[in-house]
């Protein structure tokens, strides 16, 4: 039988997804959305300009709020820079925007003080800061009634991460950063009927990771090709294992929805363990792990 989300399983529930113009947050604000709920999208990239975004690229809030409302939900793009605290104060969480700065793979295992400093320290920033920030300002609205849900958007778990050096010291320390904020906002949240999960997905099929390949959507199998000869690299086989970001978001909706979400107070989860849970697919009808392969 084929999984097909409930369209009413957050109606009139809101959602703030930070970061929602593309990769990760656009996929959780498209799922939130197929599950009925109000979702303020929020980023730089706007319509009305990049507004600070470290990406050149074409994808706005306002595009994933228009999907939001396409798949049944309600959208609302609200630009923000979550490094802002004016800004962020006045809106009252995927964050990152640091992909460009971690460098290319070349350059990922060298020794610390061989990177450029300013650069990676904006990592710790985008990484890091903008987590505490946002939640600075949204924490308060969460618990004013029991039952809502912070959800710590990053690559690898706890475990994982703990056992595994990641690329550089500075992303390594913003991605097991970002894991022990979930369990420390978890402490605080759980007396006030709140939970915080961290989520990392597994390999994530984005706008920037398809251009990479120089593949859509419609046919990302083409890049598992050895012998291309369009001038783009050949992924990795355990890019075949590889997920859309909604199949994320389909984790984040599903914790969402489930009236005992507070199991999963401080743990570090994968898109794949959450869908084993509660059943959810990828849009293919899928249920990729790009963890365990």
């Excluded at 046919?219 to 970001?245: C, H, I, K, M, V």
């Amino acid at each position: 039988m084929t999984w097909r989300p409930d369209p009413d399983a957050l109606r009139g529930r809101i959602a703030v997804v930070a970061g929602a113009t593309r990769g990760a947050g656009h996929g959780i604000a498209a799922a939130l959305g197929e599950a009925g709920a109000t979702v303020i999208c929020t980023g730089r990239s706007s319509r009305r300009g990049p507004g600070g975004s470290d990406y050149d690229r074409p994808e706005t809030i306002e595009e994933t709020a228009e999907l939001v409302d396409a798949l049944g939900g309600r959208g609302i793009a609200h630009r923000v820079d979550h490094l802002d605290t004016e800004q962020v104060g006045a809106l009252v969480n995927d964050l990152w925007g640091a992909e460009v700065l971690k460098g290319p793979p070349s350059s990922w295992g060298h020794p610390m003080w061989q990177h450029d400093l300013d650069d990676r320290l904006r990592i710790l920033r985008l990484g890091v800061d903008t987590h505490l920030i946002t939640s600075h300002f949204l924490l308060p609205l969460l618990v004013t009634r029991p039952g809502g849900l912070l959800v710590e958007i990053t690559d690898g778990t706890t475990e994982y991460n703990s056992a595994n050096y990641r690329l550089s010291v500075f992303y390594d320390l913003a991605k097991c950063a970002v894991d022990r904020l979930a369990f420390s906002h978890g402490h605080g949240l759980a007396p006030l009927g709140a939970t915080a999960v961290a989520l990392t997905p597994g390999w994530l099929r984005s706008q920037m990771m398809l251009d990479n390949y120089g593949v859509t959507e419609a046919d990302w199998r083409t890049a598992l090709n050895p012998r291309r000869s369009d001038g783009y690299p050949a992924a990795p086989p355990g890019f075949a294992n590889s997920e859309t970001p909604r199949f994320v978001g389909r984790a984040v909706a599903a914790i969402a929805a489930d009236p005992e979400s507070s199991r999963w107070n401080q743990r570090s989860l994968t898109s794949a363990t959450v869908s084993r849970e509660y059943g959810f697919t990828d849009v293919d009808g899928r249920r990729p792990d790009g963890w365990t392969g």
